[in-house]
T-cell receptor, first 112, second 111 residues
């Protein structure tokens, strides 16, 4: 039982490069989320998808785009990476509103 | 921001002692959740308490919620070295589709 799977686990980008972080869940969850975690800042919500076909901005959406490809997959795209986007990115999913979230293992991204 | 804030930021105790950490938040909530994060890993859900509940237990965990003070506490009894981790509280927005996390408490349990 894989749960929430994120790829890649590590990535180094040069400023201005683009990349897509992939996330897939096998729990038939409706809701999916992308967070970033920075030292001393806790986790901050970037984007979320309450159901297949919908996406909404969270607290820190600037510089990111997302795609809810289907019910299983929710990707996060950095079009032009900046050093300020150096962070650990977590994908999560939940069955629906007001339910527990299940997290992936994270992607450690460094932008140089 | 609706982000919560945990207190203390760091806590170090001896194995067998109890650990208490607190969470304060800013706006009305439907639920409050506690998560644990081991170093270098994702978050793991511990317990969810609804706004109409005052106390909840799960094994060695006891969570309280005081909505009038907009605060919650997590008590871990008889701590073990394996409890060493960061602990986060999370509150939800009115739609329930957004979770807002606090900055976390780093707990170290010394064997």
């Amino acid at each position: 039982n894989a749960g929430v799977t994120q790829t890649p686990k590590f990535q180094v980008l040069k400023t201005g490069q683009s990349m897509t972080l992939q996330c897939a869940q096998d729990m038939n969850h409706n809701s999916m989320y992308w967070y970033r975690q920075d030292p001393g800042m806790g986790l901050r919500l970037i984007y979320y998808s309450a159901s297949e076909g919908t996406t909404d901005k969270g607290e820190v959406p600037n510089g990111y785009n997302v795609s809810r490809l289907n019910k299983r997959e929710f990707s996060l795209r950095l079009e032009s990476a900046a050093p300020s986007q150096t962070s650990v990115y977590f994908c999560a999913s939940s069955a629906g509103p007001w339910t527990e979230a299940f997290f992936g293992q994270g992607t450690r991204l460094t932008v140089v | 921001s609706q982000q919560g804030e945990e207190d203390p930021q760091a806590l170090s105790i001896q194995e067998g002692e109890n650990a208490t950490m607190n969470c304060s938040y800013k706006t009305s909530i439907n639920n409050l959740q506690w998560y644990r994060q081991n170093s270098g890993r994702g978050l793991v859900h511990l317990i969810l308490i609804r706004s109409n509940e005052r106390e909840k237990h799960s094994g060695r965990l006891r969570v309280t919620l005081d909505t009038s003070k907009k605060s919650s506490s997590l008590l871990i009894t008889a701590s073990r070295a394996a409890d060493t981790a960061s602990y986060f509280c999370a509150t939800d927005a009115s739609t329930g589709n957004q979770f807002y996390f606090g900055t976390g408490t780093s707990l170290t349990v010394i064997p």
